[in-house]
């Protein structure tokens, strides 16, 4: 028997001083214990931010990519979790994607991940 783990990401197009941040894509399953890659696409922003919600709870802070000093500041939620930057070209524009990679996910893992330009989480209950 196969468990599966459902992880749900959002990062709908939005728009915010001149800078799109879209999730690569919004749904994901994975095997119990593989490794599963969310990524966001955005253009110009210099931060990165990614959280983690279980259904009925507030979102949870999972780590700060900041690339102008290529540094990532992250919770201590799970050593499973890491990150990736990417950047590629396109026509006139840099594209900069960002990857949160689970390794070895669980059922537990399943919630809805999204990715932020701006922090949406101030450490108020």
């Not at 459902?6 to 001083?17: E, G, M, N, R």
């Not at 955005?42 to 102008?68: C, D, M």
């Amino acid at each position: 028997m196969i468990l599966y783990s459902v992880i749900l990401f959002s990062a709908l197009t939005c728009v915010s001083f001149g800078d799109e941040i879209t999730a690569d894509s919004t749904e994901e399953f994975a095997a119990v214990g593989s490794t599963v890659t969310l990524s966001c696409s955005y253009s110009s922003a210099n931060t990165l931010q990614w959280y983690r919600q279980y259904s009925g709870s507030a979102p949870q802070f999972l780590v700060l990519i900041i690339e102008s000093v290529k540094e990532t500041k992250t919770s201590d939620v799970d050593p499973r979790f890491s990150t990736e930057l990417r950047k590629e070209k396109q026509a006139t524009k840099e594209i900069k994607h960002v990857d949160l990679i689970i390794s070895s996910a669980a059922v537990s893992d399943s919630a809805l991940y999204y990715c932020a330009l701006q922090p949406t989480v101030t450490g108020n209950t």
